[in-house]
């Protein structure tokens, strides 16, 4: 039998198996369970987080017979009915999966449609799912809304999207609408954690950790780089192989080059700089690395209490000791210079010549370099000769004349 990748293998069969969506399954399980069911639904999320697989567990709810056949509407499928098997094994006739991405058309969409005439053949509703509905045209679009406001009693249309944005307001008015959210890297790591204890596969906590932080919040792309992990580690997974793996940088770069900043230590800074360029290390993930760190030193320092939280970590001791070389304002400069700094990476012609430049403006915007700096920049100031400046003569104003006053006559003297 040929390998099953563990993205498909592991895909969760029910509500219970799914995780990190439990707003979701929440209010999908109350629907179920008192039947109070829309026609319609769109499911909106990043890549990986389960939007295929809902829609499929919806459309088993929908189906279920049961284990002895008489089974009803439910939100937890038996999985062993001939509806639920078929609709795992993607050959139930009353379930059509449309990729909008390759038909995107107005003739497969009234292909589709065309269908929705028929009632079921085999279970108790239809179900159409459109994945990556926001491909496709206008037309089409214009095509389903009718059908889609007002379907037959037995079809249930399930939408899925990464971007919900490019939906018209005219189908997004017609469904009910949730989000699936991205994952929290403790969340991932729990869930590769029991994966690859039933695949009996050892693993360090360390190499988990970076698994869980490189998916970004996708279930399906941290399984993916699970499976290229034990490929790479021939059957097991270590915290080198993994970040050799990924081109991570080791957080011993990082903690030398934020104490080398603490301590204003700008030829630490540039040999850290060219070492990594040497070994061949991103620039991006070395900037994103020291804004981690940052954030967790940041944490420390405001609410201490909450960072004991984080004891479990073997980086946590010597971030506690960095977070006490730095005072609270240098540590959030220093934050956000590191995330601009990663933004104008792709505006440099040479990534590591631009790592440098970030590395060197961080040594000096630190707000104690700038009071040092200050005393003596005012000494230039005052030490410069001062120039010579031309100015306008201001005119001399002309005296005004002085009137002379007229002589009074002497009287004649009378006879």
Same mark, same amino acid.
């Given at each position: 039998m040929s390998y099953l990748v563990l993205a498909r293998k592991y895909r969760p069969r029910n509500f219970s198996e799914m995780v990190g969506q439990e707003h979701v399954v929440q209010a999908l399980g109350n629907a179920l369970t008192t039947q109070r069911l829309h026609h319609a639904y769109l499911f909106t999320g990043t890549r990986g987080v389960g939007k295929t697989t809902v829609s499929r567990i919806l459309a088993k709810s929908l189906n279920c017979q049961g284990p002895d056949g008489q089974g009803g509407i439910t939100a937890t499928p038996c999985g062993v009915c001939q509806a639920c098997t078929d609709i795992d094994a993607g050959r139930f006739v009353d379930y059509t999966e449309l990729d909008a991405a390759s038909n995107r058309g107005v003739d497969e969409v009234q292909s589709l449609l065309e269908q929705a005439v028929y009632k079921p053949v085999q279970g108790r509703f239809k179900v159409f799912?459109?994945?990556?509905?926001?491909?496709?045209?206008?037309?089409?679009?214009? /095509?389903?809304?009718?059908?889609?406001?007002?379907?037959?009693?037995?079809?249930?249309f399930v939408l899925a999207t990464t971007d919900p944005q490019k939906v018209p307001v005219t189908v997004l008015s017609r469904c009910l609408q949730f989000n699936l959210r991205p994952m929290a890297p403790e969340t991932v790591l729990e869930h590769l954690q029991h994966v690859l204890q039933s695949e009996a596969v050892p693993?360090?906590?360390?190499?988990?950790?970076?698994?869980?932080?490189?998916?970004? =919040?996708?279930?399906? @792309?941290?399984?993916?780089?699970?499976?290229?992990?034990?490929?790479? =580690?021939? =059957?097991?997974?270590?915290?080198?192989?993994?970040?050799?793996?990924?081109?991570?940088?080791?957080?011993?770069?990082?903690?030398?080059?934020i104490g080398a900043l603490a301590r204003g230590d700008g030829k630490t800074v540039v040999d850290t700089s060219e070492e990594l360029r040497v070994h061949g290390l991103s620039a991006a993930?070395?900037?994103?690395?020291?804004?981690?760190?940052?954030?967790?030193?940041?944490?420390f320092q405001a609410v201490p209490e909450v960072a004991a939280a984080d004891d479990a970590d073997?980086?946590?001791?010597?971030?506690?000791?960095? /977070?006490?070389?730095? /005072?609270? @304002?240098?540590?959030?400069?220093?934050?956000?210079?590191?995330?601009?700094?990663?933004?104008?990476? =792709?505006?440099?012609? @040479?990534?590591?010549?631009?790592?440098?430049?970030?590395?060197?403006?961080?040594l000096a915007f630190q707000p104690g370099a700038a009071a040092q700096r200050a005393p003596a920049e005012k000494k230039t100031l005052n030490d410069a000769p001062a120039r010579a400046q031309l100015t306008t003569p201001t005119p001399t104003p002309t005296p005004t004349p002085t009137p002379t006053p007229t002589p009074t006559p002497t009287p004649t003297p009378t006879p």
């Amino acid at each position: 039998m040929s390998y099953l990748v563990l993205a498909r293998k592991y895909r969760p069969r029910n509500f219970s198996e799914m995780v990190g969506q439990e707003h979701v399954v929440q209010a999908l399980g109350n629907a179920l369970t008192t039947q109070r069911l829309h026609h319609a639904y769109l499911f909106t999320g990043t890549r990986g987080v389960g939007k295929t697989t809902v829609s499929r567990i919806l459309a088993k709810s929908l189906n279920c017979q049961g284990p002895d056949g008489q089974g009803g509407i439910t939100a937890t499928p038996c999985g062993v009915c001939q509806a639920c098997t078929d609709i795992d094994a993607g050959r139930f006739v009353d379930y059509t999966e449309l990729d909008a991405a390759s038909n995107r058309g107005v003739d497969e969409v009234q292909s589709l449609l065309e269908q929705a005439v028929y009632k079921p053949v085999q279970g108790r509703f239809k179900v159409f799912m459109i994945d990556e509905v926001h491909m496709l045209t206008n037309t089409a679009f214009n /095509a389903m809304l009718k059908t889609l406001e007002e379907p037959p009693e037995y079809l249930k249309f399930v939408l899925a999207t990464t971007d919900p944005q490019k939906v018209p307001v005219t189908v997004l008015s017609r469904c009910l609408q949730f989000n699936l959210r991205p994952m929290a890297p403790e969340t991932v790591l729990e869930h590769l954690q029991h994966v690859l204890q039933s695949e009996a596969v050892p693993a360090e906590l360390q190499a988990l950790r970076l698994i869980a932080r490189a998916a970004r =919040g996708s279930m399906r @792309d941290a399984l993916s780089l699970t499976d290229q992990a034990i490929a790479f =580690g021939s =059957g097991q997974l270590q915290e080198a192989t993994v970040r050799q793996m990924l081109g991570s940088v080791d957080r011993s770069h990082v903690f030398r080059l934020i104490g080398a900043l603490a301590r204003g230590d700008g030829k630490t800074v540039v040999d850290t700089s060219e070492e990594l360029r040497v070994h061949g290390l991103s620039a991006a993930s070395t900037l994103e690395e020291m804004a981690t760190v940052l954030q967790r030193m940041a944490v420390f320092q405001a609410v201490p209490e909450v960072a004991a939280a984080d004891d479990a970590d073997p980086d946590a001791t010597e971030i506690r000791r960095l /977070a006490q070389t730095l /005072a609270p @304002d240098e540590t959030q400069l220093l934050y956000s210079l590191c995330l601009h700094g990663r933004a104008e990476l =792709g505006l440099a012609p @040479d990534d590591y010549a631009a790592l440098t430049m970030v590395l060197l403006r961080l040594l000096a915007f630190q707000p104690g370099a700038a009071a040092q700096r200050a005393p003596a920049e005012k000494k230039t100031l005052n030490d410069a000769p001062a120039r010579a400046q031309l100015t306008t003569p201001t005119p001399t104003p002309t005296p005004t004349p002085t009137p002379t006053p007229t002589p009074t006559p002497t009287p004649t003297p009378t006879p």
